[in-house]
């Protein structure tokens, strides 16, 4: 406790006036709160640019976003496996009865088989039968057979089959899967740039509460000189110990929201190696130098524009139709009859061949009811009603994105035009609560609280250019541009 007692008017004046001198010589910390000027740091600053990038290369969520985009691809690569061309072979040793004689015999046929995406299976062979076969049909020459052959659908399965159709939707999914991914990445970065905006928020916050710290301390230091001098009353030395404790309490607090967002900024800073990085350190904190700005209507429409042609939700729902209308494509032509004609020549030569051979038929199967195909047709036909309504509603979704994105931007701007403004204003009337404390027409406790308005005012800037970077990661990643 500080002994209250009578100070002399003349001894009044004289430590008001020294306290004016202290308050003087660190006016130009206070008067730069909020614009602290550029420190050599370690590492340079952390930007938002390298956040991202970090993200994008090594974020665990991208990570596996981009493992199951190409299990998309080794699905596919299933699907086209029905194309890969095809080697049998069979052999058959025969020992039989044939009236009460017993009979013997081999056969030994190999076969490619060729087949395509638009229905014409190609294929060749060789056939050796020896000794007793059963079937005298079969029979070749002592050097065997060796043929050709083609198997030509002409109406179903001509053009599209249902292995084509298989192989066409899984190429279609995979791209589907590089929309999805997109749409991931777009929402983990914006994620990632609203994060790191509240970090670079806190990191300036921090410095702003220990700069008017700064200032307290030293003043009541200068106080604490004058009392023991006895010079000034000790009520004032309270005062003065009071403000203190409380910037001292308001810099803890914002250590505390830094080291909160450090935390959080660390959950996306992921290395090559898969481990999480530490938090960044406060010398790592960029400056706020970026001047907001208004977006003009030209850069609405140009956003709209690119929103429109780049966002994977539009993307996705194009090709989940196409996939829909492979659907549809099979379940026309399975409505058609089978018509096939193979053609299957060949050369049977050796001791007992009979030179060229021929294999040529028809192939023709008409269901009498077709309501299987015609199910499918209409089942395919409403889905893609459905996708039709659902990218109707997702373009002016996107559009109604942009709007309210662009709104943040420029709602954002003018917080930070008012915010300057009132900065601007605090500063004018905390110099004119100095200059009437050195006239001896104002007291501590008004240049006290003239200081806390300054400092309350450099915060609200510091928000509102905040709310604006992150408006302006909001334009971005609802334009497909993050």
Wanted: hydrophobic share 40%; charged share 25%.
């Amino acid at each position: 406790m500080y002994e209250q007692r009578e100070v002399p008017l003349s001894m009044r004046v004289t430590a008001t006036c020294r306290v004016i001198a202290v308050l003087w010589s660190f006016l130009p910390a206070l008067a730069a709160t909020g614009q602290q000027a550029p420190a050599t740091r370690g590492q340079g600053p952390l930007t938002l640019e390298e956040v991202l990038k970090q993200v994008d290369a090594y974020y665990p969520k991208l990570r596996g976003a981009d493992a199951e985009r190409q299990s998309f691809a080794a699905k596919r690569l299933s699907k086209q496996g029905a194309f890969d061309t095809a080697v049998s072979f069979s052999t058959d040793y025969l020992a039989y009865n044939s009236s009460g004689t017993l009979k013997t015999g081999a056969t030994n046929d190999i076969v490619v088989e060729v087949p395509t995406r638009y229905g014409p299976k190609f294929f060749a062979g060789a056939r050796l039968n020896l000794g007793s076969v059963k079937a005298p049909d079969s029979n070749t020459g002592s050097f065997g057979e060796y043929l050709l052959g083609v198997k030509l659908p002409l109406l179903r399965g001509l053009g599209i089959n249902e292995k084509a159709a298989q192989e066409q939707q899984a190429i279609l999914g995979e791209r589907v899967a590089d929309q999805i991914f997109a749409g991931t990445r777009l929402e983990v970065l914006f994620k990632a740039a609203t994060v790191y905006w509240k970090w670079v928020a806190a990191g300036r916050k921090v410095d702003l509460a220990r700069d008017l710290l700064k200032v307290a301390q030293v003043r009541a230091e200068g106080i604490r000189e004058e009392f023991r001098q006895g010079a000034t009353a000790g009520i004032v030395v309270a005062e003065a110990e009071q403000e203190v404790a409380r910037r001292e309490g308001s810099l803890a607090k914002a250590e505390r929201d830094f080291q909160e967002a450090g935390f959080a900024l660390s959950l996306f800073l992921w290395g090559p190696d898969g481990a999480r990085r530490p938090q960044p350190t406060a010398e790592r904190v960029p400056e706020l130098i970026s001047e907001p700005k208004a977006f003009t209507p030209e850069q609405v429409a140009e956003g709209k524009r690119i929103a429109l042609e780049r966002r994977p939700e539009l993307k996705a729902l194009r090709l989940s139709r196409e996939i829909t209308q492979v659907d549809e494509r099979l379940a026309r032509n399975d409505r058609l009859p089978t018509v096939d004609i193979v053609f299957n020549p060949g050369a049977d030569i050796g001791r007992g061949a009979v030179g060229g051979t021929l294999k040529a038929g028809l192939v023709f199967a008409m269901p009498l009811q077709l309501r299987e195909a015609t199910g499918r047709i209409n089942e395919a036909r409403l889905k893609i009603e459905k996708i039709n309504q659902e990218e109707r509603l997702t373009r002016e979704a996107i559009l109604v994105e942009v709007d309210d994105a662009v709104s943040a931007v420029n709602a954002a701007y003018q917080r930070y035009l008012a915010a300057e403004k009132e900065l601007e204003q605090a500063r004018r009337v905390e110099q004119g609560e100095r200059d009437q404390l050195a006239a001896g027409l104002s007291t501590l406790f008004l240049v006290n609280q003239r200081e806390r308005a300054t400092f309350e005012a450099a915060i609200r800037v510091i928000e509102a250019q905040v709310e604006y970077e992150q408006a302006v990661a909001l334009y971005r990643a609802v334009t497909g541009q993050l």
